[in-house]
């Protein structure tokens, strides 16, 4: 949540990473980190990973021995809802839904978090419960 405070007035985003407990969709997925990557967009409605940084960002979650679960992005604004932008992007950089999409909203007193899992048909994509871990 401190990312996406950080980079107000617009989105955040970065990579996340740990393990991955699941054959499918049907199973658990444990966060370990995230991996801050500056918005080349600079945008209030949208994000860009800037290169160079995700490079460095792969780089470390390699040498964590993690593996690559997802994207993190933050809407300044509005619900941890994918926009229509977000659906879009991610038919094109996420074809196949092998990552797991997390919208911190940062609309309101308390920041919220929802994971997602976009529909490689452009279908509604399917929610995760997000739990905190010990």
Same mark, same amino acid.
């Given at each position: 949540m401190a990312v996406a405070r950080?980079?107000?007035?617009?989105?955040?985003?970065?990579?996340?990473?740990?393990?991955v407990d699941f054959a499918g969709l049907d199973g658990d997925v444990m966060i370990l980190a995230l991996h801050p990557v500056a918005n080349a967009a600079r945008s209030p409605t949208s994000f860009s990973l800037?290169?160079?940084? /995700?490079?460095?960002?792969?780089?470390a979650i390699d040498r964590a021995g993690h593996v690559l679960i $997802?994207?993190?992005h933050s809407h300044p604004t509005s619900a941890a809802l994918p926009s229509a932008r977000d659906l879009a992007?991610?038919?094109v950089y996420d074809p196949n839904?092998?990552?797991v999409h997390l919208i911190v909203? /940062?609309?309101g007193f308390v920041p919220?978090?929802?994971?997602?899992?976009?529909?490689?048909? $452009?279908?509604?994509?399917?929610?995760?419960?997000?739990?905190?871990?010990?």
């Open positions: 950080a980079a107000l007035p617009h989105e955040s985003c970065g990579l996340v990473s740990g393990h800037d290169g160079h940084q /995700m490079i460095a960002a792969e780089e $997802g994207v993190m992007d991610a038919r839904s092998n990552l909203s /940062m609309q919220t978090l929802r994971a997602f899992r976009y529909a490689p048909d $452009g279908s509604d994509p399917t929610e995760f419960e997000v739990i905190a871990g010990p």
